[in-house]
């Protein structure tokens, strides 16, 4: 395995920075980013859409992770395109052939699922995952990378009062206003350990991830028991292998319980995750 002590000092680098994002962007639970501000002093409430309170999360912490880069010898160098993968590449400055990748994202709680997460996704199963020499969408070819990483924020949305919209407040009335998410959850682990054996979002080349909590915040996910290998080549092969299925029919292998039967491994390896349950 590529520079395995680095990974393993990194792994646990990462981890112990995860744990104390809360301490940088929330107090007493709440967000501390309230909303936009103009040249005016006027406060502008921001909007709860997974997608803007995604992009203000990474803006609010990218000094932060430039610190600890710092700090652990490494540099961050971000993608060059938006939607490359990863979102940063840390490059150990004492030795620039050791890079990590690392993801970040962020989904939130299910109100009607106690326990689980809306989900996330983990990178393309595509041409620079199968051909990993490939630098297309990619900040370098795959298998430079020493490890490929998730650093997570899971967050609650707040219970908003009936009549909040997004408006301007003055800036005396900063602490009227109130905080969009709260209760964060913050995790780093590497993405073949909360992997599913699902897409992420729907017809696009993108590897789901689990969504029971506790299962992410351990890095027990479909290939715990399987491994990395196993996990590169069930995805490098997603929709591509054809099995039968018992009626007779043809079918794209679409399940890592599929694979296993199709590659004739052991059962032992297979590690179902528990379905959502709704609350009645």
Same mark, same amino acid.
């Given at each position: 395995?590529?520079?395995?002590?680095?990974?393993?000092?990194?792994?646990?680098?990462?981890?112990?920075?995860?744990?104390?994002?809360?301490?940088?962007?929330?107090?007493?639970?709440?967000?501390?980013?309230?909303?936009?501000?103009?040249?005016?002093?006027?406060?502008?409430?921001?909007?709860?859409?997974?997608?803007?309170?995604?992009?203000?999360?990474?803006?609010?912490?990218?000094?932060?992770?430039?610190?600890?880069?710092?700090?652990?010898?490494?540099?961050?160098?971000?993608?060059?395109?938006?939607?490359?993968?990863?979102?940063?590449?840390?490059?150990?400055?004492?030795?620039?052939?050791?890079?990590?990748?690392?993801?970040?994202?962020?989904?939130?709680?299910?109100?009607?699922?106690?326990?689980?997460?809306?989900?996330?996704? !983990?990178? &393309?199963?595509? #041409? +620079?995952?199968?051909? @990993?020499?490939?630098?297309?969408? /990619?900040?370098? $070819?795959?298998?430079?990378?020493?490890?490929?990483?998730?650093?997570?924020?899971?967050?609650?949305?707040?219970?908003?009062?009936?009549?909040?919209?997004?408006?301007?407040?003055?800036?005396?009335?900063?602490?009227?206003?109130?905080?969009?998410?709260?209760?964060?959850?913050?995790?780093?682990?590497?993405?073949?350990?909360?992997?599913?054996?699902?897409?992420?979002?729907?017809?696009?080349?993108?590897?789901?991830?689990?969504?029971?909590?506790?299962?992410?915040?351990?890095?027990?996910?479909?290939?715990?028991?399987?491994?990395?290998?196993?996990?590169?080549?069930?995805?490098?092969?997603?929709?591509?292998?054809?099995?039968?299925?018992?009626?007779?029919?043809?079918?794209? !292998?679409? &399940?890592?319980? #599929? +694979?296993?039967?199709? @590659?004739?491994?052991?059962?032992? /390896?297979?590690? $179902?995750?528990?379905?959502?349950?709704?609350?009645?």
């Amino acid at each position: 395995m590529k520079h395995t002590e680095e990974k393993r000092e990194f792994t646990e680098l990462l981890n112990d920075f995860a744990k104390s994002l809360g301490s940088f962007i929330t107090q007493d639970g709440e967000w501390t980013i309230k909303g936009f501000i103009d040249i005016f002093k006027n406060i502008y409430t921001i909007s709860t859409d997974t997608k803007v309170l995604s992009k203000i999360l990474e803006l609010h912490l990218f000094p932060h992770f430039l610190g600890f880069a710092d700090r652990i010898g490494y540099r961050i160098e971000l993608s060059s395109f938006q939607n490359w993968y990863p979102d940063l590449t840390f490059i150990k400055k004492k030795d620039e052939a050791i890079k990590f990748a690392v993801d970040l994202k962020t989904t939130y709680l299910l109100d009607d699922y106690p326990g689980f997460c809306n989900g996330f996704t !983990l990178g &393309s199963h595509g #041409e +620079y995952f199968i051909n @990993r020499d490939s630098t297309k969408n /990619i900040q370098y $070819p795959y298998n430079q990378y020493g490890g490929h990483f998730c650093l997570g924020i899971i967050y609650s949305r707040s219970k908003l009062p009936k009549d909040f919209e997004i408006q301007s407040y003055p800036m005396e009335k900063l602490t009227d206003i109130p905080s969009v998410i709260n209760n964060f959850i913050f995790f780093a682990a590497e993405k073949w350990k909360i992997a599913s054996d699902k897409r992420g979002s729907g017809n696009t080349a993108n590897i789901g991830s689990i969504q029971l909590i506790n299962d992410i915040l351990v890095g027990n996910g479909t290939f715990a028991k399987a491994g990395e290998e196993l996990f590169d080549d069930y995805w490098a092969n997603y929709g591509k292998i054809q099995i039968e299925t018992a009626a007779g029919k043809r079918k794209a !292998l679409s &399940s890592f319980e #599929e +694979y296993i039967t199709y @590659r004739g491994l052991s059962c032992d /390896i297979l590690n $179902p995750r528990p379905s959502k349950r709704k609350v009645k």
